[in-house]
């Protein structure tokens, strides 16, 4: 689970009192079972606060690109009986998207159109194995004590897989998170998403987050951070180039 920003916030107070003593002091607490007294710590650092490049550089007015930082969307022809998302149809919405999308994947040519057609294996005489759509996730991600759906679905002949969370708004469904990439992991710390997925530079991982903000009423990208995965070995598979941008739905890096 991440840590807090109320945790890493105390911490940091903590250190920079700390600091603040032993600058005013010279002197640093002795270590736990010493027989008491003070030892110097050496020289303070002088704290340096952030400096800013290029101050008359002329800020931007709008994004440069069209990356779906929010999405909220009603998710037609799929019902919610009783108002309960766990009774809810995951496959049918993942249909209702492919119809709202055909040029993503109807046709020869189309990006994801082995998906379409492995949804008829989705039905219950299909072979299930071969259903692009995985296994729904249920947990309160808003805060509201109703539970979301985090939604998977394989975006073949692409090794890719789409990630949506839905909630329920008046007895509708409504998406409020998209994202699609070469995921390696999908994790879930309290109201966050977290997302996994292969860098081109080895030893290296992405992991994205998301957090569901009241005002947008939508999961936000709220972290976009480049780790160390500690084998330092290569990745099998590295981030395809981002799908065509669609609003509001599609994101990328």
Excluded: N
């Excluded at 119809?99 to 008829?120: C, F, L, Q």
């Excluded at 699609?180 to 081109?200: M, N």
């Amino acid at each position: 689970m991440l840590p807090s920003r109320r945790g890493r916030a105390a911490r940091v107070c903590a250190a920079l009192a700390l600091s603040l003593v032993t600058a005013a002091t010279g002197a640093a607490v002795a270590g736990c079972g010493d027989t008491g007294g003070l030892r110097s710590a050496g020289p303070t650092p002088t704290a340096a606060s952030p400096a800013r490049l290029w101050p008359d550089l002329t800020p931007a007015s709008s994004p440069a690109y069209d990356i779906g930082e929010v999405d909220h969307e009603v998710v037609k022809g799929v019902a919610v009986p009783g108002g309960d998302i766990r009774r809810a149809d995951p496959v049918a919405a993942v249909r209702a998207e492919i119809g709202e999308h055909p040029d993503e994947y109807a046709g020869a040519k189309a990006p994801y159109r082995e998906t379409a057609r492995r949804m008829a294996d989705c039905g219950p005489d299909g072979e299930r194995g071969r259903c692009p759509v995985l296994t729904p996730y249920f947990r309160d991600l808003t805060g509201d004590g109703q539970a979301e759906m985090t939604l998977g679905f394989r975006l073949l002949p692409e090794k890719m897989t789409a990630v949506r969370v839905y909630t329920v708004e008046r007895d509708r469904l409504v998406r409020v998170m998209s994202y699609e990439d070469a995921v390696s992991a999908v994790e879930v710390a309290g109201r966050s998403l977290i997302i996994r997925s292969p860098s081109e530079v080895a030893g290296y991982e992405y992991r994205l987050q998301w957090t569901w903000d009241p005002d947008q009423r939508a999961m936000l990208l709220t972290h976009d951070e480049m780790l160390r995965t500690g084998d330092g070995k290569p990745s099998k598979h590295t981030s395809p180039p981002p799908a065509p941008s669609r609003s509001p739905s599609a994101s990328g890096r």
